[in-house]
């Protein structure tokens, strides 16, 4: 079984946070168990934390901050193949639209944003549901071998209609919720909606997944017992 809601863990994502990029991260947040960041971060600032905490990190890449994605996932008219990053090269693992396993959580990293201006890391909806539909095998082996599909949905983009917005950037993915509805993830992570006001939605339950905005930085806490 997963072990995921014994677990304490940091999301973060889009900006450094000051609590986080700080001296006193171990003492604030030396108690997670695992981190999850959620794209549009600088790789020093993943590798800091990654140092600082030395807690397993898994990370995807968002629609900024892009420099070193063509060393993950290298194109043949962009970067030489033998330039090509170890998926660990700053210390946390890289999940772009891969599967992965730390500390006991299973994590599906699907990168990137709603195509917008045809910048990099950018997708259609197709282009989207394509990527998803690849992992699908993999998915099913892992509730073989596992005895479930997923504990985390890792994204930058949020869900259709869960924390998205109305402008064509902001705009969710509706292949997300289809693996909400059908691998029942325990949460889905994501960043990309930038919150300002404390009042605005960080969480929500949709189905049997909370989804999580991990802007800026949040904490999931370990569930309390049934009594």
Not at 71 to 91: I, L, M, N, V
């Amino acid at each position: 079984m997963s072990r995921i809601g014994d677990m304490r863990i940091l999301c973060v994502s889009d900006e450094p946070d000051p609590l986080v990029y700080s001296p006193r991260i171990k003492e604030r947040f030396g108690d997670v168990d695992l981190v999850l960041a959620a794209g549009d971060l600088p790789m020093e600032y993943v590798s800091y934390i990654v140092t600082l905490l030395n807690k397993p990190l898994i990370f995807v890449f968002g629609n900024h901050n892009l420099s070193e994605l063509p060393f993950y996932r290298p194109s043949p008219d962009f970067r030489r193949r033998e330039d090509r990053r170890d998926d660990r090269a700053w210390g946390g693992t890289y999940a772009g639209f891969k599967l992965r396993e730390e500390a006991g959580v299973i994590v599906m990293g699907l990168d990137g944003s709603r195509r917008y201006n045809d910048g990099d890391n950018q997708f259609t909806q197709l282009e989207m549901w394509l990527r998803a539909l690849a992992l699908v095998p993999a998915l099913l082996w892992k509730r073989v071998t596992r005895g479930r599909y997923l504990d985390v949905l890792l994204t930058h983009a949020p869900p259709e209609g869960v924390h998205d917005r109305p402008d064509p950037c902001h705009r969710g993915f509706a292949a997300f919720r289809w693996i909400m509805k059908n691998f029942r993830p325990r949460y889905l992570v994501h960043g990309h909606v930038h919150l300002y006001f404390p009042s605005e939605t960080r969480t929500t339950e949709c189905g049997g997944t909370t989804v999580v905005n991990a802007y800026s930085h949040c904490i999931i806490e370990r569930e309390e017992p049934d009594v």
